[in-house]
């Protein structure tokens, strides 16, 4: 089956750090651009982070530049997002999405980060 | 980027037709044709409906089109369907590997 799967989300204070790990089947993953997405309480989806099929390069929203990094691991079908100095905005569910075509056509059903103290 | 502007509600009764508009810049929804839709339910993984503007994925059933004119984009739901209602999020490629997302709109079947 080909899909997506989040983990570790957790509850984390302010300041502190999360890294969120994402597992792909079912497609050969290191052929596919990957991204992160978010979605905060009654807010809409943010695009967070993009890293590219073939070389790993990456890209972030200004919103998260320099405090959250994505990674893959092409050889553990997985992708990453580390998170450090998190705020309470940063609040959310988190998803990883499959690049393709300049939009977002495979989705995992997301992991909670809760930031609060 | 600043969001995209999306009303945040809109309804029909089964059967009728429904758009949903998204407006974004000249720096986004403007300036390329890589506008994508997405279908929301509560507790589902979001699922793509419609990219490069009016393309529909495999499966996606063809009461869904969308179109864009300038710096708005639409969807428009034909032959409303109970299962249709849903939040649905517009996107926009950016430029320089970044994305931009609409607010979501609530879409209910009356």
């Known amino acids: 089956e080909v899909q997506l799967v989040e983990s570790g989300g957790d509850l984390v204070q302010p300041g502190g750090s999360l890294r969120l790990s994402c597992a792909a089947s079912?497609?050969?993953?290191?052929?596919?651009?990957m991204n992160w997405v978010r979605q905060a309480p009654g807010k809409g989806l943010e695009w967070l982070s993009h890293?590219?099929?073939?070389?790993?390069?990456?890209y972030h929203a200004d919103s998260v530049k320099g405090r959250f990094t994505i990674s893959r691991d092409n050889a553990k079908n997985s992708l990453y997002l580390q998170m450090n100095s998190l705020r309470d905005d940063d609040t959310a569910v988190y998803y990883c999405?499959?690049?393709?075509?300049?939009?977002?056509?495979?989705w995992g059903q997301g992991t909670l980060v809760t930031v609060s103290s | 980027q600043s969001a995209l502007t999306q009303p945040p509600s809109a309804s029909g009764s089964p059967g009728q037709s429904v758009t949903i508009s998204c407006t974004g810049t000249s720096s986004d929804v403007g300036a390329y044709n890589y506008v994508s839709w997405y279908q929301l339910h509560p507790g589902k993984a979001p699922k793509l409906i419609i990219y490069e503007v009016s393309e529909r994925p495999s499966g996606v059933p063809d009461r869904f089109s969308g179109s864009k004119s300038g710096n708005m984009a639409s969807l428009t739901v034909s032959g409303l369907q109970r299962e249709d209602e849903a939040d649905y999020s517009c996107s926009s490629y950016a430029g320089y590997f970044n994305w931009v997302f609409g607010g979501g709109t609530k879409l209910t079947v009356l």
């Open positions: 079912g497609f050969i993953f290191r052929s596919h651009a």
């Open positions: 999405a499959r690049g393709q075509h300049y939009a977002f056509d495979l």
């Open positions: 890293i590219t099929a073939a070389t790993s390069d990456t």
